[in-house]
Nanobody
């Protein structure tokens, strides 16, 4: 079992930055692939970025490429999402997810564990 706790959300103006953190506890964290998803008002929960500990491979949704960066710090069992050049359309609840698989995909069903989410609001 893995428990995921997100933090770092908040209110920011368009063009600003935020860094989200996802701290994991429970079973061996480094064997899981990790991802961030987001769900805006009235929208589905969509893939944002993925990260694998093995080789540090990353994957991004087209909408955030060049603006967001996902990374991990194994010693702290933490995965980060650095978000720059934020836009109002980035407003959403951001969720951390973990999969027992060694790769990430954009499919929600791929992931076994989810955090409770952290709200990000970008004002225009």
């Amino acid at each position: 079992q893995v428990q995921l706790v997100e933090s770092g959300g908040g209110l920011v103006q368009a063009g600003g930055s935020l860094r989200l953190s996802c701290v994991a506890s429970g079973r061996t964290f480094s064997t899981y692939a990790m991802a961030w998803f987001r769900q805006g008002p009235g929208n589905d929960r969509d893939f944002v970025a993925g990260f694998t500990w093995s080789g540090g491979r990353t994957q991004y949704a087209d909408s955030v490429k060049g603006r967001f960066t996902i990374s991990g710090e194994n010693a702290k069992n933490t995965v980060y999402l650095q978000m720059n050049s934020l836009k109002p359309e980035d407003t959403a609840v951001y969720y951390c997810a973990a999969t027992k698989a060694m790769t990430t995909t954009s499919y929600r069903s791929w992931y076994d564990y989810w955090g409770q989410g952290t709200q990000v609001t970008v004002s225009s």
